[in-house]
């Protein structure tokens, strides 16, 4: 047998699962329903049958079977409808938990993107403390050392990027741009 069908077999199974709860489901609801509804109509043809007549030797078999058979069947029912709460109970407790799961691992995804976004944040702001950029001896703008606007030219200086009234290159981009180990 091969491990596909063997797969689709697991994965049938897992089906039938789910709908043989809902059969138990119904099976509590509508039997506790149809147990109920006896339970009161035996009590009911027991009280019938008891208040027909006088003497009390009859009375005895309808207060037998009509009140004591009415009595299980109400509690045989109640506790069947007990049955199909504490099912959905369970049931919807399990699907809370899975979309609690859910919710969980998508706020575990954002703050691993928040922690790589904080990295990368941190990243360039030390790239702009580690006098890695260049700028004209008289310029307010600071440049990638192979940056176009600076390329072949003498009259460099090296600064951090963080100096009063320097701002970035917008060719080079020297914030943005990915950093290189030197």
């Not at 039938?16 to 147990?35: A, I, K, M, P, Q």
């Not at 998508?106 to 030390?126: C, F, G, H, K, P």
């Amino acid at each position: 047998m091969k491990i596909e069908d063997r797969l689709a077999q697991g994965v049938g199974k897992l089906r039938s699962r789910s709908e043989r709860d809902e059969l138990w489901e119904r099976v509590f609801l509508f039997g506790g329903g149809v147990l109920l509804v006896g339970g009161f109509a035996a009590i009911v043809i027991g009280w019938f049958g008891t208040s027909h007549t006088a003497l009390t030797f009859e009375q005895t078999p309808y207060l037998i079977s009509g009140g004591l058979l009415g009595l299980g069947l109400i509690f045989t029912g109640a506790f069947s409808y007990f049955a199909y709460w504490l099912t959905r109970m369970v049931r919807e407790t399990r699907e809370s938990r899975d979309e609690a799961t859910k919710a969980f691992k998508t706020m575990t995804e954002m703050a691993e993107l928040l922690a790589a976004i904080l990295r990368e944040d941190e990243v360039n702001s030390t790239r702009l403390g580690d006098g890695r950029f260049v700028a004209t001896l008289s310029g307010s703008m600071f440049h990638e050392p192979d940056c176009a606007v600076v390329a072949g030219r003498r009259d460099l200086r090296r600064v951090s990027g963080r100096e009063p009234g320097m701002e970035p290159c917008r060719m080079c981009n020297p914030v943005l741009a990915p950093t290189v180990n030197a």
